[in-house]
């Protein structure tokens, strides 16, 4: 390891560093706009000039490794003329628009220009003007910004995998752009933005909304998908204004989906903002006793097996168990967090990441079964691609299902379960890449467990990690991807049939024949709600979206920004979510609702505060005791073997941007699908 003495103190660094990593180390602030610790080095804007000892002229740190013995000055008289001077020259093209850049308040540029610029400039000639490019409706550009970074054409090329933006024409001619009139087509092209050290690439939809010290930022957990990535929320006043990215190496790093960043103008559509209660058909605005009343009014006297209860997809834990307690003092075992109807359950390394997404990085060969993980889960997909690139193109990944494209290299085996036994008996060639690695891994998404034989593929999945050594000593490379950020939670919870209970299709067959009179809908909308048309509906949700539709009592809950919440992602983390605003008009905590229906019904629930409902969830699993630490859960039986059906997997997800209600009331996600969802009414994603 070299040591190296930078301003007078000596440090030691790993092998590979760069004196600029050395300086930090150190605690010496370089400043730096190309350098960006996830991408390859550029060293092409000079900002971070340090003074080497017997070097003729000042070194770019990040490009330089450092070696044994180095002297390196980070504020000698020589450097901060070099950085002066580079900061000159960055500014000749740039304009003056500061005052109505969105990037004011939070510029990198103007932060570094304030400690090394001049107050007045030298350069007399005119000012370089660049066409702005059109990148979607998720990137604003002001290309005459740019100052040549190419932080955004390194992000597009190496994490995202798409290759669309580039630096063309040479010299003072130089720019960055796509090198064809297209869009970003990527899940992640959001994450451009806040690459962007100026104000070239800012946010369309946020664009002149508000200065970034006019804003509340409250930490969170994002609910678009099963991956859990940590996010904050930027408010004002009662208004979400956007989400942005918070750092967590072991879930996103500091990346995050579009939907995620972008679907929040959802929550200001078709909001639930009072109770509602069905009456000659038609659905009157109602007082919360009146909506009780109506609720125990049917309820009373009904045997619990006539009673059913579906959690949705972006439900808190704390609602779940609330509402799980009341099917349980109503007599009730009919519920179920499994909107898709898919043969999940029993040992929790059945249904859970086992390899967890850091673990990724440790994986030298993957199998995905009936998942198209870059709609489902960017950020697993982009993990899967910083994965292929550590290994330079060795790490192997095949895929049986769909043939949707990872971004890197990929081996399509085939559509359905035949190749699935082909792997499991040695057959297929990339059973040999399986028996070869060290750490090989599967990825078993719902296409292919919310299948009528989705018990059967569980089972020979499970065999085929048996098979191949993919469950050995302190790895476990047994994963099943969520697309909903409620169903590992509520699985933990035992929110599923109990004995003699009835699972989500039971459910909605019984409702339809009219064995099952009362529904009880927290927040589910991903069912097929023609078979309710018999059953009394009451709907707990944030929008009105398809379960509200058909309720007879609608309670208007709060949306996941504006509550305090428990959720479990895939890889079986425990996060909590945080209250950025309060609910809209008289909308409540979704356990709060819960707990006030039981107290109505005169079956209260034992708990009147947020704390008592988690001590609850604990005493129901204990998991829910470690927050923000995957468990390791022990492998077990589970899976039932039998007949697998020869049609091909298909993902469950056809259109990446709306899959739940906040998404598809979002006007900036309806843009996404009509500029890159090629047949939206047919569900093809592009």
């Given at each position: 390891?070299?040591?190296?003495t930078?301003?007078?103190?000596?440090?030691?660094v790993?092998?590979?560093?760069?004196?600029?990593?050395?300086?930090?180390?150190?605690?010496?602030?370089?400043?730096?706009?190309?350098y960006?610790?996830?991408?390859?080095?550029?060293?092409n804007?000079?900002?971070?000039?340090?003074?080497?000892?017997?070097?003729?002229?000042?070194?770019?740190s990040c490009?330089?490794?450092?070696a044994?013995?180095m002297?390196?000055?980070?504020d000698?008289?020589?450097?901060?003329?070099?950085r002066n001077?580079?900061?000159?020259?960055?500014?000749?093209?740039?304009?003056?628009?500061c005052p109505?850049?969105?990037?004011?308040?939070?510029?990198d540029?103007q932060?570094?220009?304030m400690?090394?610029?001049f107050?007045?400039?030298r350069?007399?000639?005119?000012?370089?003007a660049?066409k702005?490019?059109?990148?979607?409706?998720?990137?604003?550009?002001?290309?005459?910004?740019?100052?040549?970074?190419?932080?955004?054409?390194?992000?597009?090329e190496e994490?995202?995998?798409?290759?669309?933006m580039?630096?063309?024409?040479?010299?003072?001619?130089?720019?960055?752009g796509?090198?064809?009139?297209?869009?970003?087509?990527?899940?992640l092209?959001?994450n451009l933005?806040?690459l962007?050290?100026?104000?070239?690439?800012?946010?369309?939809?946020y664009?002149?909304?508000?200065?970034?010290?006019?804003?509340?930022?409250?930490?969170?957990?994002?609910?678009?998908?099963?991956?859990?990535?940590?996010?904050?929320i930027?408010?004002?006043?009662?208004?979400?204004?956007r989400?942005?990215?918070?750092?967590?190496?072991?879930?996103?790093?500091?990346?995050?989906?579009?939907?995620?960043?972008?679907?929040?103008?959802?929550?200001?559509r078709q909001?639930?903002?009072?109770?509602y209660?069905?009456?000659?058909g038609k659905?009157?605005?109602?007082s919360?006793?009146?909506?009780f009343?109506?609720?125990?009014?049917?309820?009373?006297?009904?045997?619990?097996?006539?009673?059913?209860a579906?959690?949705?997809?972006?439900?808190d834990?704390?609602?779940?168990?609330?509402?799980?307690?009341l099917m349980?003092?109503?007599?009730?075992?009919?519920?179920?967090?499994?909107?898709?109807?898919?043969?999940i359950g029993?040992p929790?390394?059945?249904?859970?990441?086992?390899?967890?997404?850091?673990?990724?990085?440790?994986?030298?060969?993957c199998?995905?079964?009936?998942?198209?993980?870059?709609?489902e889960?960017?950020i697993?997909?982009?993990r899967?691609?910083?994965r292929?690139?550590?290994?330079a193109?060795?790490?192997?990944?095949?895929?049986?299902?769909?043939?949707?494209?990872?971004?890197?290299?990929?081996?399509?085996?085939g559509?359905?379960?035949?190749?699935l036994?082909?792997?499991?008996?040695?057959?297929?060639?990339?059973?040999k890449?399986?028996?070869?690695?060290s750490?090989?891994?599967?990825?078993?998404?719902?296409?292919?467990?919310?299948?009528?034989?989705?018990?059967?593929?569980?089972a020979t999945?499970?065999?085929?990690?048996d098979?191949y050594?993919?469950?050995t000593?302190?790895?476990?490379?047994f994963?099943?991807?969520?697309?909903?950020?409620?169903?590992?939670?509520?699985?933990?919870?035992?929110?599923v049939?109990g004995?003699?209970?009835?699972?989500?299709?039971?459910?909605?067959?019984?409702?339809?024949?009219?064995?099952?009179?009362?529904?009880y809908l927290?927040?589910?909308?991903?069912?097929?709600?023609s078979?309710?048309?018999?059953?009394?509906?009451?709907?707990?949700?944030?929008?009105?979206?398809?379960?509200?539709?058909?309720?007879?009592v609608?309670?208007p809950?709060?949306?996941?920004t504006?509550?305090?919440?428990?959720?479990?992602?895939t890889?079986?983390?425990?996060?909590y979510?945080?209250?950025?605003?309060?609910?809209?008009?008289d909308a409540?905590?979704?356990?709060?609702i819960?707990?006030?229906?039981?107290a109505?019904?005169?079956l209260?629930?034992?708990y009147?505060?947020?704390?008592a409902?988690?001590?609850r969830?604990?005493?129901?699993?204990?998991v829910?005791?470690?927050?923000?630490?995957p468990?390791?859960?022990?492998?077990g039986?589970?899976?039932?073997?039998?007949?697998?059906?020869?049609?091909?997997?298909?993902?469950?997800?056809?259109?990446?941007y709306?899959?739940?209600?906040?998404?598809?009331a979002?006007?900036?996600?309806?843009?996404?699908?009509?500029?890159?969802?090629?047949?939206?009414?047919?569900?093809?994603?592009?």
């Amino acid at each position: 390891m070299p040591k190296l003495t930078v301003d007078g103190i000596e440090v030691e660094v790993e092998a590979g560093a760069t004196v600029l990593q050395a300086c930090e180390e150190a605690g010496k602030e370089i400043p730096r706009f190309c350098y960006h610790e996830r991408l390859s080095i550029a060293g092409n804007c000079r900002m971070c000039l340090v003074e080497m000892e017997r070097a003729p002229k000042p070194v770019a740190s990040c490009a330089m490794p450092a070696a044994d013995g180095m002297v390196i000055k980070t504020d000698s008289d020589l450097v901060k003329k070099a950085r002066n001077g580079v900061m000159e020259f960055l500014l000749i093209n740039h304009p003056l628009d500061c005052p109505i850049c969105d990037q004011g308040g939070e510029c990198d540029l103007q932060d570094q220009a304030m400690a090394y610029g001049f107050d007045s400039s030298r350069y007399t000639e005119k000012k370089r003007a660049v066409k702005d490019k059109e990148l979607g409706p998720i990137v604003k550009t002001i290309m005459t910004r740019c100052i040549h970074c190419t932080r955004c054409v390194r992000f597009s090329e190496e994490v995202a995998g798409v290759g669309t933006m580039g630096a063309v024409y040479r010299g003072e001619d130089t720019e960055v752009g796509p090198y064809i009139e297209a869009s970003i087509n990527s899940e992640l092209s959001g994450n451009l933005i806040d690459l962007c050290p100026v104000g070239a690439l800012t946010s369309k939809p946020y664009a002149f909304t508000a200065r970034p010290w006019e804003l509340k930022k409250t930490d969170s957990v994002d609910v678009m998908d099963a991956v859990g990535s940590n996010i904050r929320i930027d408010t004002r006043g009662s208004e979400v204004l956007r989400v942005l990215p918070r750092l967590n190496e072991d879930v996103n790093e500091e990346w995050i989906s579009d939907k995620t960043r972008y679907a929040i103008d959802g929550l200001k559509r078709q909001r639930l903002d009072r109770p509602y209660v069905r009456v000659n058909g038609k659905l009157v605005p109602a007082s919360w006793d009146e909506a009780f009343a109506a609720i125990k009014a049917k309820v009373a006297g009904l045997d619990g097996k006539k009673i059913a209860a579906l959690a949705g997809d972006t439900v808190d834990c704390e609602s779940m168990t609330a509402l799980k307690d009341l099917m349980g003092k109503l007599g009730s075992s009919n519920l179920d967090c499994r909107q898709d109807g898919s043969k999940i359950g029993g040992p929790r390394s059945s249904y859970i990441f086992n390899s967890t997404i850091a673990g990724i990085e440790e994986a030298d060969a993957c199998l995905i079964v009936g998942a198209n993980v870059r709609a489902e889960a960017p950020i697993i997909n982009s993990r899967l691609r910083k994965r292929w690139r550590m290994t330079a193109g060795d790490f192997r990944l095949a895929l049986i299902g769909e043939n949707w494209d990872p971004t890197f290299k990929h081996d399509y085996l085939g559509a359905g379960p035949e190749t699935l036994t082909e792997i499991l008996e040695g057959k297929n060639d990339f059973a040999k890449v399986l028996e070869a690695a060290s750490n090989p891994m599967i990825i078993l998404g719902m296409g292919a467990l919310n299948r009528e034989d989705g018990e059967a593929v569980l089972a020979t999945a499970r065999a085929i990690a048996d098979k191949y050594g993919m469950v050995t000593g302190e790895w476990n490379g047994f994963n099943v991807l969520h697309t909903a950020a409620a169903r590992v939670g509520g699985l933990d919870l035992g929110f599923v049939p109990g004995e003699g209970g009835l699972s989500t299709t039971e459910i909605l067959d019984g409702a339809a024949k009219g064995d099952v009179e009362v529904v009880y809908l927290l927040g589910a909308d991903e069912l097929d709600t023609s078979k309710l048309s018999k059953a009394f509906v009451v709907y707990q949700g944030c929008l009105g979206d398809a379960g509200a539709q058909v309720a007879d009592v609608v309670l208007p809950g709060a949306a996941y920004t504006e509550k305090n919440g428990t959720y479990v992602n895939t890889e079986g983390r425990v996060q909590y979510g945080w209250r950025a605003v309060f609910p809209v008009g008289d909308a409540r905590e979704d356990w709060k609702i819960v707990r006030a229906l039981s107290a109505s019904l005169g079956l209260t629930l034992p708990y009147d505060n947020i704390e008592a409902v988690r001590t609850r969830m604990v005493e129901i699993n204990d998991v829910f005791g470690s927050v923000n630490v995957p468990r390791k859960a022990a492998w077990g039986d589970f899976g039932k073997a039998g007949v697998m059906k020869s049609e091909g997997f298909a993902s469950p997800v056809r259109n990446f941007y709306m899959t739940d209600p906040i998404s598809r009331a979002s006007v900036t996600m309806a843009k996404c699908t009509e500029a890159f969802v090629k047949d939206a009414a047919a569900g093809k994603v592009a």
